[in-house]
Structure formats: structure tokens, C-alpha cells
Nanobody
Framework: QVHLVESGGGLVQAGGSLRLSCAASGSIFSINAMGWYRQAPGKRRELVADIGYGDSTNYADDVKGRFTISRDNAKNTVYLQMNSLKPEDTAVYYC?????????????WGQGTQVTVSS
């Protein structure tokens, strides 16, 4: 089992910044993709950004240019720097990790961290 611990959420005014962190621990074999998803009340969970082992990145259109995802493979940690935050960014943010090889790879989720952006 891989355990994910998130930190960095909170309340911020529109235009402000937050940095989320997610550290993986436990029976890690080989972490592939790491990423962040979010779920606002009454909405589906959606991808915010993800990053491959080779540092290739993918962003949702509405966060491009404002959010930056990065990872530290030595620490098994993924970060999400969020700038120019908007009220519509308010959601619970979940860390996601894919660990393993081929068909044996599994997906793991963090417990979620609340991000609230006030107008």
C-alpha cells in the first residue's frame, strides 16, 4: 500500500497563492504519474494537473498559466503551486499517484485538502 499525505490547503483571497504538497510513503515500487484532481460541491472530480516520471506535464485549460506542478522523485513528493487564484478554484484537492509496472500498477488517492478562495 502507498500512503499519501497532503498539506498546504486553506483559505485565501482571490488573486492570492497557495502551494500544495503530497508526500507518498509505504510500499512504493516505482511511481509513474503523480497529479492533482479537484472536486467542487455538486461537481465531478476533475484533473487539475499531472506530471510523468520524465517530468512531462498536463494541465486543465482553466489553470494553464496560473498553476505549476512539479515533483521531487527523491522525496516521492508532488507539489502544486497555485497563483492568481479565483473563487472558481474553490474545491477539495486530491493527490493521485500511479505506482507499479504495467498491469500491476495501482492508483492511490490522498484524503483531500480544502482550498477556498474568497472574492
Amino acid at each position: 500500500q502507498v500512503h499519501l499525505v497532503e498539506s498546504g490547503g486553506g483559505l485565501v483571497q482571490a488573486g492570492g497563492s497557495l502551494r500544495l504538497s503530497c508526500a507518498a510513503s509505504g510500499s512504493i515500487f516505482s511511481i509513474n504519474a503523480m497529479g492533482w484532481y479537484r472536486q467542487a460541491p455538486g461537481k465531478r472530480r476533475e484533473l487539475v494537473a499531472d506530471i510523468g516520471y520524465g517530468d512531462s506535464t498536463n494541465y486543465a485549460d482553466d489553470v494553464k498559466g496560473r498553476f505549476t506542478i512539479s515533483r521531487d522523485n527523491a522525496k516521492n513528493t508532488v507539489y502544486l503551486q497555485m497563483n492568481s487564484l479565483k473563487p472558481e478554484d474553490t474545491a477539495v484537492y486530491y493527490c493521485h499517484v500511479n505506482d507499479g509496472v504495467g498491469s500491476l500498477a495501482d492508483d492511490y488517492w490522498g484524503q483531500g485538502t480544502q482550498v477556498t478562495v474568497s472574492s
